[in-house]
């Protein structure tokens, strides 16, 4: 069974950090690409970020370039999102999910219908 558990959401206040968490089980995690997305209430689901957990090759959206930092512990079959200077405008829920290690729209964000298999989402709170 495939699972993609994402943890470590919480409330902090702008200016403060959070790490996210997203361990899979279930499928070869080296073949696959881990992004990160999320929604706030209202809006439509975006991408953020996501890793090549075979490269270690990154991609971010420029919203969060210079803030956000993504890394995979292969051993652990986890990615983590490291989320520096919060504002509030990162309020949202976050969700990861796998797709295909070698498609370029899934390390690059540009398709979310390419990923295959995603968690269920932790919230993020960010207080102004």
């Known amino acids: 069974e495939v699972q993609l558990q994402a943890s470590g959401g919480g409330l902090v206040q702008a200016g403060g950090s959070l790490t996210l968490s997203c361990t899979a089980s279930g499928f070869t995690f080296d073949d696959y690409a881990i992004g990160w997305f999320r929604q706030a209430p209202g809006k439509e689901r975006e991408g953020v970020s996501c890793i090549s957990t075979s490269t270690g090759s990154a991609y971010y959206t420029d919203s969060v370039k210079g803030r956000f930092a993504i890394s995979s512990d292969n051993a652990k079959n986890t990615v983590y999102l490291q989320m520096n200077n919060l504002k509030p405008e990162d309020t949202a829920v976050y969700y990861c999910?796998?797709?295909?290690?070698?498609?370029?729209?899934?390390?690059?964000?540009?398709?979310?219908?390419?990923?295959?298999?995603w968690g269920r989402g932790t919230q993020v709170t960010v207080s102004s």
């Open positions: 999910a796998a797709g295909w290690g070698r498609s370029l729209a899934v390390l690059t964000l540009a398709n979310d219908a390419e990923f295959d298999y």
